[in-house]
């Protein structure tokens, strides 16, 4: 089947049971939009399709999953704001009995069905993980940033321009960060808080405790290992309590 053209009317190749024209084709206007457009639109296809390849599943572990992303948190409430980080670490970072993401099962099972470009964005989603960025630079559609625990340098492709003054006012951006190989953009909603009062300092200070209790060098793995922590430290960044991780 390869080589012959698929009918807007015919089922997707991916295994998702839907038409083509709702579902893949997608894939082939894609190249024609502009980075940011492209990439967002990829992250979109892959998420919709997780929901409605785990529907079941979700509907069924969602209200323990949501408790447990938000333990550590100061307000313990979610808001429509964090639902978008919710969902990312329920799909690529939670792992089952067996320690298996939704993501890693779901592309177990419809790889051989699945579009290269999808392939390797589900792949790059699953590679992501939360992390706090300090803003450095603002472009027309890009932001450079740093990211303060690892303390490497980003560029990452936005919308359209950041209206802010970072010497006015520093910020600090949490969010999970997906690279693609033409760019990086961020993977739905991004939270803010001002760094104007040792809000980075505070982060730090908890993240290295945080490696020194679980033993862990690698700043990637401690972030991907423990998003929960990290968002209920990032909640708690305007008040500066203690809490115990």
Known sequence: MGKNKIGRNDLCPCGSGKKYKHCCMILEEAPTADLFTRCSQMISSVKLKLDDAFKANIKRIRKDSQQNFLHF???????????????DWLWFDRCDEDGKTFAAVYLDEHQQFMPQPLQECLKALSDSY??????TCIGDNYLEMRDIFSQTLHQVTLKERL?????????????RLVSFPEGKVFSGMVLAV?????????????????????????????LKDNPEVLFGLFDHTLRKKLINI
């Not at 209206?163 to 969010?175: H, S, V």
């Open 163 to 175: 209206d802010a003054d970072l010497e006015e006012k520093p910020l600090l951006l949490m969010g």
């Open 194 to 222: 001002d760094n104007n009062d040792s809000q980075a300092e505070y982060l730090q200070l908890h993240f290295s405790y945080l490696a020194s209790l679980k033993g862990e060098t690698d700043t990637n793995l401690l």
């Open 130 to 135: 939360l992390s706090v960025y300090e803003p």
């Open 73 to 87: 948190t100061y307000s313990k409430q979610m808001t429509n704001e964090q639902e978008s980080l919710f969902s």
